[in-house]
């Protein structure tokens, strides 16, 4: 029963931390439009904050539990499985469009953002400073995608298509999910922990691949649901967005709390794997610009990458890189 417990705590935290983050977010956005506030700021602020609420909420649970490298390599695996798994597969279903904005902006400023947060992992620590430093590159980045992006209507118009709620439901949903939300987190990073001891790997390589997969999920079951359906539009520009979010707020959560440190491995095949990324999906989405999507031959290339670093992963483990 070693691993059966653990497993069952992984398997239903990630259950629960979706549930609770999606219901959270429907109970606020709820809550703000009983008070009048405009859905431009809800969209701006709620709806888009909210596909990153499952990476909040473990990172932030993992860095008060000490479990800080747990929490690094949730957010270097989330952005790595978002380019390389779920656009691979969505795009795999259906030629996903391409947004002027997301070419223009998005995708340039989380290649900058990259860029700028290398040196920050450079010195092998992330600490308070460090995590400052993030906050603020994570405001102006927020005030250039409201600025400049293409993906402000898309929020807007997803937060005036909410479902209005009762003052008892609304109530509800804030309270259960909050509630939910870091129990469910507390299950997963114990259950991760857990089975990371008992079959020899760092917390660093189970949040890669496992808790950063597990907490990938919703994006990947929205990106396909909207390509089944031909609506694989707005996609590409909120899986994007959901990497900017990560990498910039939610890496600062376990900067803040307790610093984690950075090994030279993760700096170079994971963050290197990630920027990687990030460099062929902007050059394919500039080649893309002519017939204005990403093909799928594209997406079955980051797909055969995300399997190509997943195999590197499983390489350097064994060899005790």
């Given at each position: 029963m070693g691993l059966l417990l653990p497993l069952v705590a992984v398997i239903a935290g990630l259950a629960l931390l979706v549930w609770s983050a999606d219901h959270f977010i429907e109970g606020a956005i709820a809550l703000a439009r009983r008070y009048a506030i405009p859905p431009v700021v809800i969209g701006l602020t709620l709806v888009a904050f909210g596909t990153s609420a499952p990476e909040i909420g473990v990172s932030l649970v993992a860095a008060l539990t000490g479990?800080?490298?747990?929490?690094?390599?949730?957010?270097?695996?989330?952005?790595?499985?978002?380019?390389?798994?779920?656009?691979?597969?969505?795009?795999?279903?259906?030629?996903?469009?391409?947004?002027?904005?997301?070419?223009?902006?998005?995708?340039?400023?989380?290649l900058m953002a990259s860029l700028l947060v290398w040196p920050l992992l450079m010195d092998g620590h992330l600490g308070i400073i460090d995590g400052l430093l993030l906050c603020l590159l994570m405001a102006i980045t927020f005030f250039l995608l409201i600025r400049f992006g293409s993906a402000k209507d898309t929020l807007v118009a997803e937060a005036q298509a909410a479902p209005a709620l009762s003052r008892l439901?609304?109530?509800a949903y804030l309270v259960a999910?909050?509630?939910?939300?870091?129990?469910?987190?507390?299950?997963?990073?114990?259950?991760?922990?857990?089975?990371?001891?008992?079959?020899?790997?760092?917390?660093?390589?189970?949040?890669?691949?496992?808790?950063?997969?597990?907490?990938?999920?919703?994006?990947?079951?929205?990106?396909?649901?909207?390509?089944?359906?031909?609506?694989?539009?707005?996609?590409?520009?909120?899986?994007?967005?959901?990497?900017?979010?990560?990498?910039?707020?939610?890496?600062?959560?376990?900067?803040?709390?307790?610093?984690?440190?950075?090994?030279?491995?993760?700096?170079?095949?994971?963050y290197g794997s990630m920027a990687l990324l990030t460099v062929i999906l902007l050059l394919f989405a500039w080649f893309g610009r002519l017939h204005h999507h990403l093909s799928r031959l594209e997406g079955g290339i980051l797909l055969l990458l995300y399997i190509g670093y997943s195999v590197l992963i499983v390489l350097t483990t064994r060899l005790g890189a």
């Open positions: 479990s800080g490298s747990l929490a690094l390599g949730n957010v270097l695996g989330s952005n790595i499985a978002n380019f390389g798994l779920i656009l691979g597969i969505t795009a795999l279903v259906c030629a996903m469009p391409i947004a002027r904005g997301t070419l223009r902006v998005e995708l340039p400023l989380l439901r609304t109530a999910g909050l509630i939910l939300l870091v129990i469910s987190s507390r299950m997963l990073v114990w259950g991760a922990v857990e089975l990371a001891t008992a079959a020899g790997l760092s917390e660093l390589v189970i949040g890669l691949t496992l808790v950063a997969v597990g907490t990938s999920l919703p994006e990947l079951s929205a990106s396909l649901a909207s390509a089944l359906k031909g609506q694989s539009g707005m996609a590409l520009g909120n899986i994007v967005g959901s990497n900017l979010f990560n990498l910039l707020l939610v890496l600062a959560i376990p900067a803040l709390i307790g610093g984690v440190t950075v090994e030279s491995l993760t700096l170079t095949r994971d």
